[in-house]
């Protein structure tokens, strides 16, 4: 049964930044597609990034393009997000997701989810 686990969420100032880990066990690391979705207070989970086995594709929302990077370690069954210039509305809980398929910005296309992660941008 294959599980994911996040970690790395926090309190951070407007402008700071934080890396979000998630890793996965139960199995191998052999998901095709994995990625990133956040659900602020009040609003439906959205799409962050996502990442395919061998990093060679990327897929980023607008809204975070050129401040977080999606990124994958096989070898300890590792994803990661480092996140930059932080901004308030990038308050959310921040879910690992896994998907057997390509890239994808559909939260329905995607089969495994861990718990979540909160992410708290203020000052």
């Known amino acids: 049964q294959v599980q994911l686990v996040e970690s790395g969420g926090g309190l951070v100032q407007p402008g700071g930044s934080l890396r979000l880990s998630c890793v996965v066990s139960g199995g191998t690391f052999s998901i095709p597609t994995m990625g990133w979705f956040r659900q602020g207070p009040g609003k439906e989970r959205e799409f962050v990034a996502d990442?395919?086995?061998?990093?060679?594709?990327?897929n980023y929302a607008d809204s975070v393009k050129g401040r977080f990077t999606i990124s994958r370690e096989n070898a300890r069954n590792t994803l990661y997000l480092q996140m930059n210039s932080l901004k308030p509305e990038d308050t959310a809980v921040y879910y690992c997701?896994?998907?057997?398929?390509?890239?994808?910005?559909?939260?329905?296309?995607?089969?495994?989810w861990g718990q979540g992660t909160v992410v708290t941008v203020s000052s």
């Open positions: 997701a896994g998907r057997m398929g390509l890239l994808s910005i559909a939260r329905t296309d995607f089969n495994y």
């Open positions: 990442i395919v086995r061998e990093g060679s594709m990327t």
